[in-house]
């Protein structure tokens, strides 16, 4: 008998395993190289792509501020103030002359303070991960 004879299961398991392996890297590095050109076109740089410390994925300051804001007196009643008492993301009541800021396009409303720690972190509405509108066409 010769050698390959009697070791053909052990051939066949460690170039299975090999295999596995193979594919294995093969399908990280397409996973890792598809978000790495995901994060570079929507605007990382590529010391950020590459780093560790991934920079967070919300919004900037200047886009935050750039959502409607108004007073909770002026919108009780009416558009969307209208049937929502409590804020989602710190579950507290809104209250007279309290700033809450509109979701756009979904029409969620949340404290200025609440949403805007929220949108800092994800771009997407805490109730609906409906993502931000920051500059509405109407």
């Not at 594919?23 to 050109?37: E, H, L, P």
């Not at 009416?78 to 509109?102: A, F, H, S, T």
């Not at 409303?109 to 931000?132: E, N």
Request: aromatic residues 12%; glycine residues 6%.
């Amino acid at each position: 008998m010769s050698y390959f004879r009697r070791n053909e299961g052990t051939i066949v398991f460690a170039l299975a395993s090999l295999a596995f392996i193979a594919f294995y890297c093969i399908n990280y590095f397409f996973r890792r190289c598809r978000n790495r050109d995901v994060a570079l076109a929507a605007g990382d740089t590529e010391e950020a792509v590459l780093s560790p410390n991934r920079p967070r994925r919300g919004l900037g300051a200047k886009s935050i501020e750039s959502i409607p804001s108004f007073i909770y007196t002026e919108a009780s009643g009416i558009g969307p103030g209208q049937g929502e008492l409590v804020c989602v993301v710190c579950l507290n009541e809104y209250k007279e002359d309290e700033m809450l800021r509109l979701i756009l396009p979904c029409g969620h409303v949340f404290h200025v303070d609440c949403v805007d720690i929220w949108l800092s972190y994800r771009s997407t509405c805490p109730i609906c991960r409906a993502d931000v509108i920051l500059d509405p066409i109407y």
